[in-house]
Structure formats: structure tokens, C-alpha cells
């Protein structure tokens, strides 16, 4: 697509519930991230996909923090038995990769997540 | 890892004055960008500037990287540049240029 795109937009869901984001990177971009946002902070590196490479997952918080790329198309991020604390904003981006000239990150409009 | 740290903080400005923000790393980096998160969240690639300056209308930046310092010029703002302003390098040096370690970022208003 023309832009990186995320749904859902906003999602409210009860603690202890499994969400699932999405993220429908930019068609040819083989590098796609995911980055966490508390509200007035920064943003905190969660994960990187790039083509079939084993992701770099250090970012992950806990292990009920999971996610998922075929290949270089939509990517989900997995959040298990939901927190207070897992409450952000929760952005993708894309990129091209490796050898493709870089030309730096485009962030979809991320899925703002509450837990209460 | 790479260090981050942007300055000012927060930063008031009257409409059509100019401002410098600043972006001190801890390491060499192969890799540096800006970004502009608007008032509504979405986050805006201003550039992407290892070293040298680049221009994008009233907007420019430099950066140094021997002295691992980073600047992004804002001339004559307006009320739309209000948001916040992000400087993003490479976790640790020698890392591959994709992934990025964000700084606190600058908040920047622009009063009329």
C-alpha cells in the first residue's frame, strides 16, 4: 500500500485478555519494527523483522509479548493475559532493507491500547 | 548501548522565530534520523542524516559525526510545527543501520 497501515486504531480490552495488533507494512519493504509508546514518553524498540531472517526480539518486555511476519507482508504483535502496564500506543514501521538503500523509517499511525 | 540525549527539553517559541534542537550521542553511528510526532501521534520522517546538512524547506539539519552531535533548524515557525521532535540513532555502534534507539525527544510549542 501506499502507507504503512495499522489497525485497530484504538482498542480497549479487560486485563488478563489477549489483544492482536496488525501492521500491513509498505509494499517492497522488507525491514518492519514495532515500537511501544507510554503516554509522554519516547519510543521503546519492541521487535525487527527484516525479509526471512530470524527476528531480533530482544525488545520483547515478557514472554506475553509474541510476534509474527510471513515473510515480508503483514506482521501481528501478540499481547497475552494483558496488563495495566501494557497500556501505549504501540507503533509499526517499515523500511527497506539491506542492500535496497535504506532511506529511513515510514511509522504507521500506530493502535493506541488500554487495559483496564 | 548508544547513549541519546536531545536538548532542550521543552521549548516555547512565538510564531516566526527561529530554534536549534540538539542531539548528543555516546558512540559513532552509521545512521541518524529526525522525527516530528505531531499533536495527534503520527510520527513524521523529517530526515535521514548520517553526516553532512540537508534542507527540507524551512527546516535543515546538520550533523557531525566526529563529534557525535546532531542539530535540527527550524526557521520561522508556525503554529504546525508544534509536537514533538525526535532524534533516533543505531542501539550500539556497528550495528546495522535498521534499527533505531530513540532520545527523549524536544516538545516544542509554537504560540501565535
Known amino acids: 500500500g501506499a502507507g504503512v497501515s495499522q489497525s485497530p486504531s484504538n482498542k480497549v480490552t479487560e486485563k488478563g485478555k489477549d489483544v492482536e495488533l496488525r501492521c500491513d507494512p509498505i509494499?517492497?519493504?522488507?525491514?518492519l519494527y514495532w515500537y511501544r509508546q507510554r503516554l509522554g514518553q519516547g519510543l521503546e524498540f519492541l521487535i525487527y523483522?527484516?525479509?526471512?531472517?530470524?527476528?531480533?526480539k530482544s525488545g520483547l518486555p515478557s514472554d506475553r509479548f509474541s510476534a509474527e511476519r510471513t515473510g515480508e507482508s503483514v506482521s501481528t504483535l501478540t499481547i497475552q493475559r494483558t496488563q495495566q502496564e501494557d497500556s501505549a500506543v504501540y507503533l509499526c514501521?517499515?523500511?527497506?532493507?539491506?542492500?535496497?538503500?535504506?532511506?529511513?523509517?515510514?511509522f504507521g499511525s500506530g493502535t493506541r491500547l488500554t487495559v483496564v | 548501548g548508544i547513549q541519546v540525549e536531545q536538548s532542550p527539553p521543552d521549548l516555547i517559541l512565538q510564531e516566526g522565530a527561529n530554534s536549534t534542537l540538539r542531539c548528543n550521542f555516546s558512540?559513532?553511528?552509521?545512521?541518524l534520523q529526525w522525527f516530528h510526532q505531531n499533536p495527534w501521534g503520527q510520527l513524521i520522517n523529517l530526515f535521514y542524516?548520517?553526516?553532512g546538512t540537508k534542507q527540507n524547506g524551512r527546516l535543515s539539519a546538520t550533523t557531525v559525526a566526529t563529534e557525535r552531535y546532531s542539530l535540527l533548524y527550524i526557521s520561522s515557525s508556525q503554529t504546525t510545527d508544534s509536537g514533538v521532535y525526535f532524534c533516533?540513532?543505531?542501539?550500539?555502534?556497528?550495528?546495522?543501520?535498521?534499527?533505531?534507539?530513540f532520545g527523549k525527544g524536544t516538545k516544542l510549542s509554537v504560540i501565535p
Open positions: 523483522f527484516q525479509g526471512n531472517s530470524a527476528p531480533d
Open positions: 558512540d559513532s553511528v552509521n545512521n
Open positions: 514501521a517499515s523500511s527497506l532493507g539491506p542492500g535496497q538503500g535504506w532511506g529511513g523509517y515510514t
Open positions: 533516533a540513532v543505531p542501539p550500539y555502534s556497528g550495528a546495522g543501520s535498521y534499527q533505531l534507539t
Open positions: 509494499s517492497g519493504h522488507t525491514a
Open positions: 542524516i548520517p553526516s
